[in-house]
Structure formats: C-alpha cells, structure tokens
C-alpha cells in the first residue's frame, strides 16, 4: 500500500479527484470533488480512500504506513484555507466525518459532526458565533453521537431507550418544557457534563478531549461501520461487492444552526416522484441537517411549486436571495451531471454552502418521464436516455398498484411472486374461485400451495396466495406468466382447510372475508384498500420506439391462451416463444377428456378420448394464431407427467369414478401407477410423445388444421412446433418424422402449403452438450433456463424453498438462480449449445423461452450470446425490450 | 458399388480372402477362406460379401451391376474343381447356402441345404450316391427348408404345427412307423409331391425346379433374414450394429448321411465348461449337420475323454482313421489361431471336410483355463491371455450359481439386476426378514419395490426380489453393493402385502414357501434348486497377478461395512472409492437416535441425539479402516433426505409415536414437512451438511476419532473425507472450514497428526462445468455417475421404468446409460471436470465411484482419461481390475 495516494484534498474551487473517480472516492467523495473544480461553494475537507477500508478490514484495523501524517497535512490545509485550527481556543475548526461508498447506501453507516469540540474549544465557537446556546447545543450532540456511534454506548436491551434521550427527556420534564429548543443554555451545559458522566459510568472510558483523538475514533468507527450487520444485509439486498469498502470524507462543518439566517435542506432538481420539471425540496431555518431528515420539525417547501405544503413559508420567500443562487445553482449541476440531481445544502449565516450532489433516485414513472424530458431538452441523446431507465423496475409500471397515500393494515409477508396489486374475496379450492367469480366476484385463491389443477381458479382470482413455495413455485410462475398479482411462501398464515380459515398470530381470515395482496411488496393486507390503476403515458410509448431501434433481440412473449397472446401484442410482443398446450388441457371442458383418454386402457380408447380434445385445442390455436397474425408461435407439445391431469386425493377420485362410472379401484390404480419418485425427472416432455404418440399426434393435426383453416382465409400464420425434454437427437428424430407425416396429411386434404419448423427445446445439459447432433434435426433451439437450471443443479425449484433461501442469506450464492440466469453454470450449456448447433446449421434460429427472458440481466447474456429473441410472460415484455435495447447499446446502465 | 470386389472364392487349396476378412467375409467366410489357405480340406465355394447385404437393404433388394453374372463365374469354378455341374442330371452339383455375418449368431439367419436338386438331377445324385434313399430324403428336406426359409410358407398361426411336419407325421401314422428314418423311397418320393402340392395350394406358386432361381431365391432370403425380427433382437442384445450386414456362403455340399462310412459332428478343441485341454465333440453316422444339433438321435462322444457318454461307441473307435485326420487337422487349427476352436466337419464315404472353426465359446471358467494354459504352453502371451477374457462374464465366476444339471419350474421372470443363486422361504417384510435370519432361516425378501428402510432386511436376506424397479433401482443398486442375489422389475408377480403372498398366475406363493432366484438370468424359480459355489481356482489368482500388472487404474470398493471392506480386499480391493455412512443409519440400534435427531427442534436437540450416534458410527469407522490398514477410505457424508429415515406410512408413524412417547400429530407434520416433490434433487447431500452443520461435524469427529485411535495402535490410517452434491465451490468452503477445524479439535486432542484428505463428489452438471474452481478447494474429485447421468439425462432411474425400456427397444437409446457409461453426453461433462480441474489442481486425485465403475466399457473409459481409480461393488472389483489391465493394453478383446 506504501506509495498510494490515500487521501484527496478539495476545496477552494480545486480538488485533487474528480466525479470519474467513484471506486475510490466513494460517491460522495467524488462529487465534492467534482462540484469544488466546478467552482460550486463546498466547505473544504479530504476524501480518505476505499482502498484504505480494505487495508483496515483486512488487516485488523490497522492503517496503511503514512496514512496518520498524510491526514494531518490535509487538516493543516483545511485550517490554512479556513483561517481556523484544530482544537484552537479561538477559531477552533470543527468538521464532520461521513463514510461514501461507491454506490449510496443511506443511512447505512456512520457519521459524526462537530468533531473537534472541547471543552477549551466550546470557548472559540461561543466566540465565534456569538451564540453560546448554539454552541452548546453543537457540543452536546457531538457527546451523544460520539458516544454512540465510536464509543458504541447503546442501549443495553432490546426494549430499553436510548441512555442520551432518557437523560434529556429527564431534563425537559424537570424543566417543564416540550421541545429541546426550549432548553437554555444551562441546561445544555448540564447535559453535557451528565452525557460525559455517563459514558464514564456506563464505559468506564472517559470521553476523549484530544480532537485527534476524536478524529481518529471517528475514522475508525466508519470503517468499521463497513461491517456492521445493516449495512452488510443492504449490501446483499442490493447487490454491492463487500470488497469495495467505504471512502470517509472529513470535511469543515458548516451550521445551519446559527440562527435565523441559517437553515439546512435537501432538494430534487426535478420531481423525483412524477419526474416532472419542477425545483422541489424541502429545509429547515436554524436547523442541522439530521432535523430535516427526523421529522421532529415539519420542514418547509423551498418554492410554491407542485406537491408541496403551501401552508408554511418556502425558501423562496424567507431568504429569496439565497434561494436565487441556490436555482443557479441547481441548473448547473444538473446541466454538468446531465441527470436529476438529489442535493444537500447548508446555509451559515446568508453563506450557501453545497454539502452533496449526487443523481437522485425516482420511481420507474419519473424516470421514463425524466429520460424523455432530457432528450427533448438536448441535455442527452436517446441512447443516454434508454440506458437511464431501470429495467427491473418497470415492472411497478405495468401493473396496478396500491395507492400509496392510503392506510393499510398489513397482517403477514411472504415472497413478491409476482408484481400488482389484489383485492378480493378470501376462498380456498380453485373451484370455488371459479363459481364465485361466474357470479361476479372479485376473489383471492388462497391455498398451501397451487398445482396444475389449480389452474383454472387462478385464471378466475385477482390474485393469489400461497403459504409454502418459493419465487419459481407453481404459483409464482403461473401467476407471472398470467400478469396476476401473487404473493408466494408467506409461512406465517396457517391455512386450516377443513374450517375455510386462516390464521395469522391471533386474527383469523375465513372463508368470504375480503383481503389486498401488494404483489410487488409480498403484503398480505386486511380488509380491501384502493389501488391505482396503471398509465402507460405517451412518455413510455416514446422509450419503447427508441428501444425498438436499438435492440437486436426481438422479445417473444409466453402465452398460452388468446387472451394472453392480445396482452403480449399490446406490449409489443413480436410473436409467441412459448406457447404452453397442457394449460388448454385444464380447462374444465376438457379436463374429462383427457382424463378419458389417460384411463384408457388401449391405443384406441385414447385416440377416440384425443379426437374429443382436437376440435377445442384447434380453436385455440386459431385463436392465438389470429391474435398473432405475421408473428410465429412457438407451440410446445404436451409436457407434463400424465398424474398431473388426475386427482390424486381419494375424495376426488371417488367423484371422478362416479362421474365416468368406473370403478374407484380402477382410477385409483392408474394413479397409483402413474406415481413417480421424482416427476420432474420421469415420464414426460417427449418421453410422452414417444410412448404415446397418439397424443403429439393430435396435437400437431389440431395445430396444422387451424393454420390451414386461417391461411385460406387470408392469415399469415408461422407456427414453429416444439418438443420438449429432448436429450438425445434419435427422440427428436422419430417425433420429427410422425410429425411430418400429419402435417402433410392435413396439408393434402386442406391443398395448402404451408411453412412451418420443428425444433425442440434444450433444457436438459445432455441436449446442450450434443447440441451439434441435435441441430441435425432441429430448425430451431429454445432454451428452457427453467428445467435446464433445476438439472445443472440437480435442484428441484419447488423443493428448494427449504435450503435456498439460508443460502443466499448466507452468501453461498449470490442470487435465486431460478431468477437471474447463472452465467457461470447454466450460461455455459447455453453458450456450448449455441457454438455445437451454429457448427452443424449455421442458420438455425435460438431463442430463450425460460422465466429468465424477461430479466434483464440475463437477457444481456442471451443478446451477448447472439440469440435472436427471448420470450417471456406477457407482462414483462416492456421489461424485456428494454433490456435488450440496452445490452445492444453495450453497457450497462451508469450508477 | 460397380468396380467393388463383391465374391470371394475359396477351394483346392487356395482363397481369395483369409481370416483377417471378417468385416467383409463375416466370421465363417473368413475362416473357410483361412483353412482353404491352410490347405485344409474344405468343400469349395465362395463368398458374397457383407456390403451386398448392406447395398440390398438400402435398395429394396436390389443387386449391386454385375453380381449375378460373378455368381455364375463362380459357380463354375466349383463346378470345374469338383467336376460336377449345376442343374445337371448326370452329375448334379448341389450346394449349402449360408450367413455369416462379422460376429456370429448362431441360428438368427436362415440357411438352405441340398440346393441344386429338382426332378432332373435327382437322378444324378442318385445314380451317383447309389442310394436312392438317402437321394429322396434329401430332396424333400430341400423342399421343406426351402418352402419354409425362401417362400415362406410357415404355420398360419401361432397355435398350427409346421404344415410340413403335419404331413410328414401323417405319412408316419399311416406307416405305422415312428421315426423319419422308418420311412422307404416310396414314402419320400410321395412326400416330394406331396410338399410341392402343399405349396402350390398354399403360396399360390409353383416350387422353383430351375437350380439358378433355387439360388438366387435363396440369397435373398438369406440377405432378408439379416432384417427379421430374431435376429434384430439378437443384434440388439450383443450389441451388433445393424449396419454390418452378413455375408453369404454358397458351398459345395457334402454328405454326412451317405451310409454308414459318412458322418457328420461337432467339435472344441478345449472343453469349453472346464476348459480342459481335451478334444471334445460329438457326432453321428449317416447323418446331416441339423441332426446333431436337433437332439432326435442322441450323438455320440468323438474319444473316450472326459464328461462324454462313453457308452455309446466313439469316433475313434468307429472310423480310428478319420479320427486321426480330425486330431491332426485340430491341433493345426488351433495352433494356428491360437485360440480354443470350434469346428464342424462332415465325413462323406470316408472322406473328412471341414466345413467351418471359429474361436469357441467358453464359460468364464474355461475362459480363464484356456488363457492361463495356453500361456504356459508357449501358444499366447500374457497381453493376449488377459485380452482374452470377457470381463462382462467375469461376474459368473464370483457368485453361487444354480446347478446347471438341475430341474427347475420358473414361474417368473424380471430384470437379472445382481447375480448369483439365492433359495429362502418367502417373506414380504424387512423386520419379518431380520426376525427369521435371526433364528438362522434363510429368507428372500420380496417387496413391491425397496427404500432405505428395508436395508436391515436386505442384509439378513439371501435374496431380494422386487416388482418393480429398473436395473438401477434402489433394490438393484443396494443388492449388487451386498453381492446379493437380486432380480427386480418381475411385473408378473402381483404382491398382496396384506394376505402375505404373491401370486403369478394361478400359482400363489404364501409366506414361508420355499422360492429359489436366479440372479444372473432374472429367473423366478418355484421351490428349492441346488446351487454350486463358485471356485476361485489357481488360475484366476495367476490371472489377476498378470492383470494388476499391466493396469493402470486403481480399483476400489464401494464399501459400507467393515464385512463389505473384507470382502472387497479379498477381491483385491485397493482401498475403499465410496463408504456411504447413511447405511450406518439405519441399524436398528441407530435409527432410533437418527429419528431422535430429525425430530429435534432445535440445534441443542439434534446435538444430543448425534452424541448418541457418534460412538456407533466411530466403531463403524475403526472396523472399516482396520480392514484397509494401509489403503486409502472414503467416506462420503451424508447424503439423502432426511424424510428416508422416517416412517412414511400412518400405522409406524403411530408405531414410532408411541415409541418416542410423542404425539402422532407432531410426527406426522414433520414427515409431511419433510416430503418433496423431487426428492432426488431436494434438500440432501451438502444442502443438508449446510443446513445442519452439527450433522457432519458429529460424523467427522467421529471419522477422526477412529482414524487417531488406529493410529495411535499403529495402523496406516488414511482418511479421505467426501461431501456429496455440490454445485458451487462455496460449498465446500464453508463445509471444508468447518470439517478441519474439527480435525484440527480431535488432532490436537489426540496429540497426533493425521494426514486426511477433503474432496468432493462431482455428480451435478455445474459441478463439472465449475470444476476449476471447485478443484481450488477439493484434494480430490470422485465423479459420482449415477447421479450425473440422472441429472445430465433429465431421468429419475427410480421412474425410468416406464419408458427407458421401451427406448432401447426401439433403439432410440442404445444402451442403458445407468449401466454402460454415456460416453456422448455424461462422459462429456467428466472429460471437462478433469480437464478444468488438473489445470487448477495438476495433481488433484480423480476417481469414479458410480455404479459404472464395474462395467468394463465405462472402465476403460476412466482409463482413457487418465483416472486414478474406479471404485465399485466388491463383487466386481476383479472385473474392473481385468478391464482397467484390458484398456491398458489398449485394444478391446479381439472377437
């Protein structure tokens, strides 16, 4: 570490870094830096460096050789600029400490103020501002923070209060006054010496006087504060490596607190919420910064612009002057970042001071509105604004979601399966959702956890809820794939059945009782609270024209059903990657059919039960077809083990056995037959195609004779026919040719030609690795990230809930590989399949039809890899294209 | 195919093709061509090749240009050479028509005899074989063959008797006679009409009379045979492609059946049971080569050597000069192939024809005498002997067989999944086994299928017998582990667990009858057969001396048991590749505690209960190491779900209740929380060393305990500690901070240093793909096949019953991967596992510790990649130990 430059000087319009510099500045750090050469008024000070954090954190808390003197050097600078020094009985120099890491993590580590203050130097400061109330005021919350924050002097127990406030609360009820601003100066004085008593008493260390020291203790807290259990569980939830460590910026305090021409605010160069054009924030006369942040005192708006309480005097009109400069210089910023900036200022005595700018954060609507604002402005070009919006949190946009103003009694939490908001009617079994939603009721299916019988009462629920089961469960990707509001593995509701309750702590929901679920949040809420629908502005309708001429990847959409298929075209889906065959199999006409046709005890029985099925799936499929008329549908022949289109419990199948009038011995045996260890692994995908071809042959008529039907009327139709669970080229070779041959069939006796593809979907790591031989048979790959993620890990996503979950906790793995797809696994099959199939036939067309086609880090790697499109559910589509359009611009959005 | 050489000559001393001609001559082509060259008397002939078989396939039966007029030059060279002339009346050339294709398949294809013969040249033959008798009878066994092998004409139903026959035993029964031989010239010339007649009114066509139609009728139908559904099954079974193709001998015949000084016979020049160095065959005067094998007349010994019927007359005794010529010719053969032959040979009026030898076919028995003599006699080397022997067959030898001279009624029969002879009453239940064992009954297990809990049963069994199941079933992976006899998958028994018996058919087996099972062959045998132990002789000692020492590999075992470990070294076993410690769990005395452990709440619980294991489990440990003093041990930690413990059905759950004095309801919960969707790629392996970490900290004291105590007595100790089911290097990281510094605990309390290794399974997809940076924390990799074909395949081999077979029945599949490793695919992702982790690790230890570790093609495969072990059953360890020294002497076994 010797020879590193560790710390960075600023101030006096000169800086040593610059805002280039965030790694080891810390973002904080960096824009001092950048604002001071901009000439903006910063109080002076010096950025200590992240790699010093990672020296300290890994060398016991010890410091690189030279550091200690290199902060001296820097502090003799700040006192030479500000004519004041460290620890001086007259012009004492007082400064903050504040960690800054690269990326903003608020309110995560710590901070100390009026650091330097003594009891020689309180002399100085009363001196100085002519205000011994103020100072003492200053010196008494130094103690306190100090206190807490370096000496660690915090409550003992859980329920205790903190040992500063009891003190402080004792003294304003001895002195019988409310507020601490109605404590005087002796009071103050008082309460310093107690807080120094009791951090004797309590720490058996006296408070330390030396501002060195002081200043030494504070560094050392902030790194430390790196580690501390807050901050590591916000570094997790927000992905930031533990390795890049925290930059301290040391710089000369400023006081707000000086009187009444001084105040303290925080300010948004543009609306952050709605992204309008409007100068918004918010300050406090004589008032720290902590103030405005504590909602102790209601701050005031700094203008009469929108969304702001008009009722207390604004910036505007009490210091118009210093609000003049201020707007100067807000324009500035923000022209030089190009970006809304989220600003902190202190005013000390008439005298603006920045203390930090960074670009502020917004919701996903302000953001769009933001982007499309600046381009029109010429602040920045399109691709700037493309990359400016946040893939991920599109989603808020799409769905409706709770009005954020009202009240809401939340009664448990489980996993945001699936983005919107819900209210309804509590009901237990898919049935009921089903006949209550015939008579017009809003209904919440609320069950265990959903299988593919639960389906159709699914489709009928505004939303669902499940007790067990994680991101990737049953429920949550159905419930996705839908665009339903669904709230996954919320352990603490206790689902009694039998009763038609459930139960959280003491209350209890029954059966008919009405519920909200915030899907995107995973709040289960009692009682029916308002939600907003979505707009989708021309703003949005403008980035999504942007991004459709960057992107290289055409985003597909997942559907399953007509309906589906007209959602995905409004979100701009350019056709269907995966159209799913088995959910048209659940629908209660159905159902019976192909029941009938899995109890058949012949060939025959089952083709006369299929013959019954083909003239609703052909309807089906013209339906989507029309929907998606001059865009291909991937269609994927049936897919799932047979046992899951039975019932399985006894009850249910003596009701089945009455109604086919079979015996129940002869259903139950099928069932039991049709039993597997491990279903995921067994009879299924085309291993069914194979053993019962009649099935895939069904399919693939119904299929041919919607696509011949509709063509004779005029329609453009590509259907790309799909087999699933291929690990071998001789499965797909077989299946081709049945296929073929029913497909000319159908073609002759309709006198049409008609193009279409076969291909299959590489989902098991056999397929990719034999990608080169497979190609030989197939037109097109789907990458199925779903099953191939669960067999690379040999890790079912329904049963991982048990153990996933610690492990990312834990730091195992990074992140749910069922959501964002493993490069480093799974990305590897991927790219072997794509390089083997591009060898054999160059022209063959991959796609990804995954959960993962609609997360935008994983559609970077699959724009990377060169695919031509990825599909996804219908209401991730926007979410999708955007993402695309990103990866083609070739970096990643900017901090 | 113009230009090609199709027809290879062979006769008067001189051939066209020679032994090293199999591909295009098949195997009896070859070998006439081989003995013509040696001036061997053969009858002249020649060959069409293979690729005219290969061309008729793939052209609807077409002849490449120019055959037929080859065929015509060729016949009249036999013509020249034996002075006769094809069609002709004075004298008639008649000829064999045979297949023989690369490998042979004795009986697979179709043959005709006696071809040439028609109302015209009967005469000649018999003006020439003064022997009107002999003429006719040949005649019409000529129609009969060819009626049924060239024009079809075959029973019209399953149930009908072959129409010839019908009519021939007609002829009989008016006769008043009982043997074909009874019957005079005017009966034969009678059955002559009277079979054309039949396929006149049959077939609607005429019998061909012309001798070129005859033959080009009847090399058609031999080319056609290569394609029924027989020999497609054969070739299946062996595992011949059907690409070869077989080629076509048209030779000379000659008469074993022109009197008394004709004769025709078998012979091996070794006895290919025992393989004593004795000529041994048999023959019969005045006969045809079908009659020896068709068993109407009882053939007699060719010398008065061993195992022959010496009351019939012998060879040597009947025609001593013939005799002599067969000795001398033999040992010619045999010393010029240098292997054990087979030969056929024909003596006409005095006169010896050889009309084939190949290699014989031998039992593992003989096989293993046959090396080792020839060795000592100077005719091979020791490469040689070892290549000779068949590892696959090695398996016979190691296990009690069922005599072979005994009578047995099989009632059933299911998949051979572990071989050997196993008698025993019947019981239904593992409890009920343990119980009768105890009281020294010998006791066959049969169950519907097995689960861990039946392993105490398995144990105290003879025999397990399952309904259903796969050759990887649990009851078939467990049962090879033992050595145990085992048959599995026998759909035909039907289990009635609650009357205690099963049934096949009509007969019903109680509880307590005496069954027999043949492992080796699957069969369900009723009642009590002998078996014979296996004899270990001297020469499969000198054998496998000369084998470990051109081996590469290292073999070990995968062994649980202290007796498992002493049978494995008896094997010579070099150490132990796979000791799972979960069959340590279930012991009667342990289960109990393990339970104790599940059901705990908390950590403090589960502790308590592992101290109770910790003694056992460390006892376990000693015995193993103890018996591999000086040879390396890995112990995989444990590995499946914990749900295997539990009892998963009502009535023990309420058993154990009551036992543990705990309520039924909290049991129940707990094996319902326990349940999984997919077990198999649930919460087991390191997921549950992770989640529980005081699981594998109890098993590692305990390993370390035993490993410091054997020391401290002087035993080599050397310890190599698995963790099973990774997927990510992080968690071995964390698993192995944890195992050493448990190491580190006992070591330091033991005052010992103890040298132990830490590796890891490799037996998930991205377990290979990351193996370079697993390979940073793992000493040593053991890629665990089985459950990497499971995931690599997408294929629970507990589920793939329902449709692997039916995959390689229609050759979808070639062979099971779960038996001969998948070389394509999961061979593949092993190739790149050690690819990446030498170039992280070069000197990483690598083995294979699946069930293909046995299987000699998969053996040869580690070979290849330069392992350093395969561990398998104890039972195979020789014959991994002869593949691993056959693929080190690199070149499989010669045909």
Same mark, same amino acid.
């Given at each position: 570490?010797?020879?590193?430059?560790?710390?960075?000087?600023?101030?006096?319009?000169?800086?040593?870094?610059?805002?280039?510099?965030?790694?080891?500045?810390?973002?904080?750090?960096?824009?001092?830096?950048?604002?001071?050469?901009?000439?903006?008024?910063?109080?002076?000070?010096?950025?200590?460096?992240?790699?010093?954090?990672?020296?300290?954190?890994?060398?016991?808390?010890?410091?690189?050789?030279?550091?200690?003197?290199?902060?001296?050097?820097?502090?003799?600078?700040?006192?030479?600029?500000?004519?004041?020094?460290?620890?001086?009985?007259?012009?004492?120099?007082?400064?903050?400490?504040?960690?800054?890491?690269?990326?903003?993590?608020?309110?995560?580590?710590?901070?100390?103020?009026?650091?330097?203050?003594?009891?020689?130097?309180?002399?100085?400061?009363?001196?100085?501002?002519?205000?011994?109330?103020?100072?003492?005021?200053?010196?008494?919350?130094?103690?306190?923070?100090?206190?807490?924050?370096?000496?660690?002097?915090?409550?003992?127990?859980?329920?205790?209060?903190?040992?500063?406030?009891?003190?402080?609360?004792?003294?304003?009820?001895?002195?019988?006054?409310?507020?601490?601003?109605?404590?005087?100066?002796?009071?103050?004085?008082?309460?310093?010496?107690?807080?120094?008593?009791?951090?004797?008493?309590?720490?058996?260390?006296?408070?330390?006087?030396?501002?060195?020291?002081?200043?030494?203790?504070?560094?050392?807290?902030?790194?430390?504060?790196?580690?501390?259990?807050?901050?590591?569980?916000?570094?997790?939830?927000?992905?930031?490596?533990?390795?890049?460590?925290?930059?301290?910026?040391?710089?000369?305090?400023?006081?707000?607190?000086?009187?009444?021409?001084?105040?303290?605010?925080?300010?948004?160069?543009?609306?952050?919420?709605?992204?309008?054009?409007?100068?918004?924030?918010?300050?406090?006369?004589?008032?720290?910064?902590?103030?405005?942040?504590?909602?102790?005192?209601?701050?005031?708006?700094?203008?009469?612009?929108?969304?702001?309480?008009?009722?207390?005097?604004?910036?505007?009109?009490?210091?118009?002057?210093?609000?003049?400069?201020?707007?100067?210089?807000?324009?500035?910023?923000?022209?030089?970042?190009?970006?809304?900036?989220?600003?902190?200022?202190?005013?000390?005595?008439?005298?603006?001071?920045?203390?930090?700018?960074?670009?502020?954060?917004?919701?996903?609507?302000?953001?769009?509105?933001?982007?499309?604002?600046?381009?029109?402005? !010429?602040?920045?070009?399109?691709?700037?604004?493309?990359?400016?919006?946040?893939?991920?949190?599109?989603?808020?946009?799409?769905?409706?979601?709770?009005?954020?103003?009202?009240?809401?009694?939340?009664?448990?939490? !489980?996993?945001?399966?699936?983005?919107?908001?819900?209210?309804?009617?509590?009901?237990?079994?898919?049935?009921?959702?089903?006949?209550?939603?015939?008579?017009?009721?809003?209904?919440?299916?609320?069950?265990?956890?959903?299988?593919?019988?639960?389906?159709?009462?699914?489709?009928?629920?505004?939303?669902?809820?499940?007790?067990?089961?994680?991101?990737?469960?049953?429920?949550?990707?159905?419930?996705?794939?839908?665009?339903?509001?669904?709230?996954?593995?919320?352990?603490?509701?206790?689902?009694?059945?039998?009763?038609?309750?459930?139960?959280?702590?003491?209350?209890?929901?029954?059966?008919?009782?009405?519920?909200?679920?915030?899907?995107?949040?995973?709040?289960?809420?009692?009682?029916?609270?308002?939600?907003?629908?979505?707009?989708?502005?021309?703003?949005?309708?403008?980035?999504?024209?942007?991004?459709?001429?960057?992107?290289?990847?055409?985003?597909?959409?997942?559907?399953?059903?007509?309906?589906?298929?007209?959602?995905?075209?409004?979100?701009?889906?350019?056709?269907?990657?995966?159209?799913?065959?088995?959910?048209?199999?659940?629908?209660?006409?159905?159902?019976?059919?192909?029941?009938?046709?899995?109890?058949?005890?012949?060939?025959?029985?089952?083709?006369?039960?299929?013959?019954?099925?083909?003239?609703?799936?052909?309807?089906?499929?013209?339906?989507?077809?029309?929907?998606?008329?001059?865009?291909?549908?991937?269609?994927?022949?049936?897919?799932?083990?047979?046992?899951?289109?039975?019932?399985?419990?006894?009850?249910?199948?003596?009701?089945?056995?009455?109604?086919?009038?079979?015996?129940?011995?002869?259903?139950?045996?099928?069932?039991?037959?049709?039993?597997?260890?491990?279903?995921?692994?067994?009879?299924?995908?085309?291993?069914?195609?194979?053993?019962?071809?009649?099935?895939?042959?069904?399919?693939?008529?119904?299929?041919?004779?919607?696509?011949?039907?509709?063509?004779?009327?005029?329609?453009?139709?590509?259907?790309?026919?799909?087999?699933?669970?291929?690990?071998?080229?001789?499965?797909?070779?077989?299946?081709?040719?049945?296929?073929?041959?029913?497909?000319?069939?159908?073609?002759?006796?309709?006198?049409?030609?008609?193009?279409?593809?076969?291909?299959?979907?590489?989902?098991?790591?056999?397929?990719?690795?034999?990608?080169?031989?497979?190609?030989?048979?197939?037109?097109?790959?789907?990458?199925?990230?779903?099953?191939?993620?669960?067999?690379?890990?040999?890790?079912?996503?329904?049963?991982?809930?048990?153990?996933?979950?610690?492990?990312?906790?834990?730091?195992?793995?990074?992140?749910?590989?069922?959501?964002?797809?493993?490069?480093?696994?799974?990305?590897?099959?991927?790219?072997?399949?794509?390089?083997?199939?591009?060898?054999?036939?160059?022209?063959?067309?991959?796609?990804?039809? !995954?959960?993962?086609?609609?997360?935008?880090?994983?559609?970077?790697?699959?724009?990377?890899?060169?695919?031509?499109?990825?599909?996804?559910?219908?209401?991730?589509?926007?979410?999708?294209?955007?993402?695309?359009?990103?990866?083609?611009?070739?970096?990643?959005?900017?901090?």
């Amino acid at each position: 570490m010797t020879g590193k430059k560790h710390v960075y000087f600023f101030g006096g319009g000169e800086a040593e870094g610059n805002a280039g510099m965030k790694d080891i500045l810390g973002g904080k750090g960096a824009n001092l830096a950048e604002m001071t050469n901009l000439a903006i008024p910063v109080p002076p000070g010096f950025t200590i460096s992240t790699d010093v954090c990672t020296y300290y954190d890994e060398n016991n808390g010890n410091y690189p050789e030279g550091l200690e003197e290199t902060v001296r050097e820097n502090i003799q600078k700040i006192e030479n600029m500000m004519g004041k020094r460290f620890g001086d009985m007259e012009a004492p120099l007082l400064v903050s400490v504040r960690s800054g890491a690269r990326i903003s993590m608020p309110g995560m580590m710590d901070t100390v103020l009026n650091l330097g203050l003594n009891d020689d130097t309180i002399k100085g400061v009363v001196e100085q501002s002519q205000n011994e109330r103020f100072a003492y005021d200053s010196y008494r919350r130094f103690i306190q923070m100090y206190g807490d924050v370096v000496m660690g002097l915090k409550p003992e127990s859980q329920g205790e209060e903190d040992p500063f406030e009891l003190i402080l609360d004792k003294k304003k009820r001895m002195k019988g006054v409310k507020f601490d601003t109605d404590l005087d100066v002796d009071d103050l004085k008082e309460l310093v010496l107690e807080f120094k008593t009791l951090i004797k008493e309590r720490l058996g260390k006296v408070f330390p006087d030396d501002p060195w020291e002081q200043l030494w203790g504070a560094i050392g807290a902030v790194f430390t504060s790196w580690e501390n259990q807050r901050a590591i569980t916000y570094r997790k939830l927000h992905n930031i490596p533990d390795h890049w460590g925290t930059a301290i910026n040391v710089q000369t305090m400023v006081f707000g607190n000086m009187g009444d021409d001084s105040a303290t605010g925080v300010a948004f160069t543009r609306d952050p919420s709605t992204g309008e054009k409007i100068f918004y924030g918010e300050f406090l006369v004589n008032a720290q910064g902590e103030d405005v942040v504590a909602g102790t005192r209601t701050p005031q708006p700094l203008n009469k612009g929108h969304n702001t309480d008009t009722t207390l005097p604004s910036l505007e009109e009490v210091m118009p002057k210093t609000y003049g400069e201020l707007v100067e210089l807000y324009k500035r910023l923000e022209e030089h970042y190009r970006d809304m900036q989220d600003i902190e200022f202190t005013v000390e005595r008439g005298r603006l001071w920045m203390l930090q700018t960074r670009n502020g954060k917004r919701t996903s609507r302000a953001s769009i509105k933001i982007a499309v604002d600046m381009v029109e402005e !010429g602040l920045i070009d399109v691709k700037t604004a493309i990359l400016r919006i946040d893939a991920n949190q599109l989603d808020q946009l799409l769905h409706p979601n709770i009005d954020p103003t009202a009240k809401k009694n939340v009664i448990a939490r !489980g996993l945001p399966a699936s983005p919107g908001a819900a209210v309804g009617e509590v009901v237990f079994t898919a049935d009921e959702a089903v006949s209550l939603a015939a008579d017009g009721k809003k209904v919440i299916l609320v069950r265990i956890e959903t299988s593919p019988e639960d389906i159709h009462g699914m489709h009928a629920s505004q939303g669902i809820l499940t007790a067990r089961g994680g991101m990737t469960s049953h429920a949550a990707v159905v419930g996705r794939g839908m665009g339903k509001c669904c709230v996954v593995g919320c352990g603490e509701i206790k689902i009694d059945y039998r009763e038609e309750l459930f139960t959280v702590g003491d209350i209890t929901v029954k059966k008919g009782d009405t519920i909200t679920l915030d899907g995107g949040m995973g709040e289960v809420i009692q009682g029916k609270v308002p939600t907003i629908n979505p707009e989708l502005s021309g703003d949005f309708e403008k980035i999504m024209t942007w991004v459709d001429e960057y992107k290289k990847l055409k985003v597909r959409a997942n559907a399953d059903t007509p309906k589906d298929a007209r959602v995905a075209r409004s979100f701009g889906a350019e056709g269907i990657g995966l159209c799913r065959t088995e959910h048209m199999f659940f629908e209660e006409s159905r159902i019976r059919a192909v029941r009938e046709m899995i109890l058949s005890i012949d060939k025959e029985g089952r083709r006369k039960a299929l013959e019954k099925i083909l003239p609703m799936q052909k309807e089906d499929f013209k339906e989507i077809f029309k929907e998606m008329d001059g865009f291909p549908v991937t269609i994927r022949l049936l897919d799932p083990p047979l046992h899951e289109f039975l019932p399985q419990k006894d009850s249910d199948i003596e009701e089945l056995a009455s109604e086919m009038s079979k015996p129940f011995e002869m259903i139950k045996e099928k069932v039991e037959s049709l039993k597997e260890f491990n279903p995921m692994l067994g009879h299924r995908g085309c291993r069914l195609g194979i053993t019962y071809p009649e099935i895939y042959e069904m399919q693939v008529r119904a299929i041919m004779e919607a696509a011949c039907e509709l063509a004779r009327e005029g329609h453009k139709v590509i259907p790309e026919i799909m087999i699933p669970l291929v690990f071998m080229v001789s499965e797909l070779k077989l299946l081709k040719e049945h296929i073929c041959k029913v497909c000319s069939e159908v073609q002759d006796r309709f006198k049409i030609s008609l193009e279409y593809t076969i291909g299959t979907m590489i989902e098991l790591p056999r397929a990719a690795i034999t990608a080169d031989k497979i190609a030989a048979e197939a037109e097109f790959f789907s990458f199925g990230t779903n099953d191939l993620t669960q067999t690379v890990y040999g890790l079912s996503r329904d049963d991982s809930g048990n153990f996933l979950p610690y492990y990312i906790e834990k730091k195992l793995i990074e992140k749910d590989p069922f959501v964002v797809l493993d490069r480093e696994g799974v990305g590897e099959l991927i790219r072997m399949g794509v390089q083997k199939g591009r060898e054999v036939r160059p022209e063959i067309k991959l796609g990804l039809c !995954g959960e993962h086609g609609g997360e935008p880090s994983s559609v970077e790697f699959c724009h990377n890899l060169g695919l031509h499109y990825v599909s996804c559910s219908p209401y991730r589509v926007p979410i999708a294209r955007l993402a695309a359009a990103q990866a083609a611009l070739g970096e990643k959005k900017p901090d």
